[in-house]
């Protein structure tokens, strides 16, 4: 399952955020596929792929004590457009 996740901390914690970041250890069963740092605000978007819910709340627990993530499936444009269009026609 694809998803974004919104980290938001605290600006106090800023310091923290980049060391843990730098220097963390890819989680078993979750695949980055992007990171982007919010220039103007304390957050940090990640898009990533896991395997399962475990894996999942591993990742995300890890980084509990720093900040608050917001998670969001997501999905592929084109995909989410053929998928809401096959839908449609069951209604």
């Given at each position: 399952?694809?998803?974004?996740?919104?980290?938001?901390?605290?600006?106090?914690?800023?310091?923290?955020?980049i060391?843990?970041?730098?220097?963390?250890?890819?989680?078993?069963?979750?695949?980055?596929?992007?990171?982007?740092f919010?220039?103007?605000?304390?957050?940090?978007?990640?898009?990533?792929?896991?395997?399962?819910?475990?894996h999942l709340?591993?990742?995300?627990?890890?980084?509990?004590?720093?900040?608050v993530?917001?998670i969001?499936?997501?999905?592929e444009?084109e995909?989410?457009l053929?998928?809401?269009k096959?839908?449609?026609?069951?209604?």
């Open positions: 399952m694809l998803l974004m996740a919104i980290f938001s901390y605290s600006p106090e914690d800023r310091n923290l955020v060391e843990r970041g730098m220097g963390s250890a890819k989680s078993a069963g979750v695949t980055i596929k992007g990171e982007w919010d220039l103007s605000g304390h957050r940090v978007f990640r898009l990533f792929e896991a395997d399962d819910d475990a709340a591993a990742s995300i627990f890890s980084w509990s004590d720093l900040g993530a917001e969001i499936p997501v999905m444009t995909k989410a053929k998928l809401l096959k839908a449609g026609k069951k209604f």
